[in-house]
């Protein structure tokens, strides 16, 4: 099936290439920003591990005495216009991981349609020096100062571009971003990330915490619907559970029905998580990860943007 859709990739190549070629030569204008805006994305569609990358570029940015603020398109909300996300805001609002990134980070976070207006209405309220975009590698409306890309550990799978393959640029675009960071990857990279997580927490009383060791001999039925649930699977499997695991599509909205099981306990996401009250006759712990990124990325993005001229 894939061979058989390469002609449209082909379409889908030219297409982009040339909507790329139209911001670069100012054909079509990118909207410049006051302060330094540092893109995350990627080449391919799905989950690659942005997020938790977001979260921790925004918290080691604050450590080093920086004022970050997030944008981002907020897939799956409900909101039309530009919206800062509260903590109180449900996933159905605002989307799954704009709302988990507003409740880790802990700096403001606007999602919006058009991600420049987004990032206007960002400075306008806050006092931020500093712009992270999630998953903007594409969106060349913004100007970007820096851009990083993220590979997660199924890599390119067959390298095509969509609709053949998962691919929204072709692997060359690699090489023209500042910096790629490889989730779990074995290829090159100019830094490397893994998630690291142990300790759970009770859907209903983030209070409550338990380490692996207390669910282990439970009946346990993980439910993830991220870019790749498989990967929430192992880890589970590397901290010593055992699990009935349960895939779904990300960016999943659950339905009680989902959850209908029977056995002692359902693990899950943080993202997962959002869209999860309520839903569950089973008590529900909730894994936190956290990103681990050698060397420190966020100390090469500071490099990178004092070096820039902004108005």
């Not at 053949?164 to 090489?175: D, H, I, K, N, Q």
Request: glycine share 10%; charged share 20%.
């Amino acid at each position: 099936m894939a061979w058989l859709l390469l002609p449209l990739s082909l379409i889908f190549f030219v297409a982009a290439s040339l909507r790329r070629l139209a911001y670069r030569t100012g054909w079509l204008s990118s909207v410049r920003l006051p302060v330094p805006v540092v893109v995350v994305g990627g080449i391919a569609v799905g989950g690659s591990g942005k997020t938790p990358l977001i979260i921790w570029l925004a918290q080691r940015l604050r450590e080093l005495g920086k004022r970050p603020g997030i944008v981002s398109r907020g897939y799956g909300g409900d909101y039309q216009d530009v919206h800062r996300v509260d903590d109180d805001d449900s996933a159905a609002e605002v989307g799954d991981e704009p709302l988990l990134i507003r409740r880790r980070g802990n700096c403001p976070v606007f999602v919006g349609r058009q991600r420049p207006a987004a990032a206007q209405a960002l400075l306008a309220e806050c006092d931020c020096d500093v712009i992270l975009c999630d998953d903007g590698l594409q969106h060349y409306a913004l100007a970007r100062d820096v851009e990083i890309a993220v590979i997660d550990r199924r890599g390119f799978w067959n390298g095509f571009l969509l609709p053949a393959g998962p691919l929204r640029e072709p692997r060359s675009r690699l090489a023209t971003v500042d910096a790629v960071v490889g989730n779990d990857w074995p290829g090159p990279a100019d830094f490397h990330m893994r998630l690291e997580g142990s300790l759970f927490c009770r859907l209903d009383d983030r209070g409550v915490t338990c380490a692996a060791a207390e669910l282990a001999g439970l009946q346990l039925h993980a439910v993830a619907g991220i870019g790749e649930p498989e990967r929430f699977f192992d880890h589970l499997a590397a901290i010593g559970l055992h699990v009935h695991g349960h895939a779904f599509a990300d960016h999943h909205v659950y339905r009680a029905g989902d959850l209908d099981f029977a056995g002692d306990a359902i693990v899950t996401t943080e993202k997962d998580a959002v869209k999860l009250a309520g839903l569950a006759s089973l008590p529900v712990w909730v894994l936190p990860v956290s990103a681990v990124v050698e060397p420190d990325l966020a100390q090469f993005v500071l490099e990178r943007i004092d070096g820039c001229a902004f108005a």
